[in-house]
């Protein structure tokens, strides 16, 4: 069973940092791309980063220079370090399994997602 469970979100001021973690479990990790969405109250939900199997890493454009994603397949977890956050950053952060083990932008590319974790960012 397939199970993705995020940590690590808070509440931060604006230009400060926080990691996020999700662990995964159910399956062979290093197989898969992961990747980080969100959602902010009234709006859809975004793409943020992603990850392969290999390292390989994509962002938004929004998050670009700012967000970070990494792997451990060690660990079964991937990270999202962001920083420099900014109160538009204020959203529930979800992790997510790509079908495929590449890094991919698109929800429709993902089959699993975690519960989410809520980043509020105050100004």
């Known amino acids: 069973q397939v199970r993705l469970v995020e940590s690590g979100g808070g509440l931060v001021q604006a230009g400060g940092s926080v990691r996020l973690s999700c662990a995964a479990s159910g399956y062979t990790f290093s197989r898969y791309g992961m990747g980080w969405f969100r959602q902010a109250p009234g709006k859809e939900r975004e793409f943020v980063a992603a990850?392969?199997?290999?390292?390989?890493?994509v962002y938004a454009d929004s998050v670009k220079g700012r967000f970070t994603i990494s792997r451990t397949n060690v660990k079964n977890t991937v990270y999202l370090q962001m920083n420099s956050l900014k109160p538009e950053d204020t959203a529930v952060y979800y992790c997510a399994r790509d079908t495929s083990p590449y890094a991919r932008s698109r929800r429709d590319n993902y089959d699993y997602w975690g519960q989410g974790t809520q980043v509020t960012v105050s100004s």
């Open positions: 990850i392969s199997s290999g390292g390989s890493t």
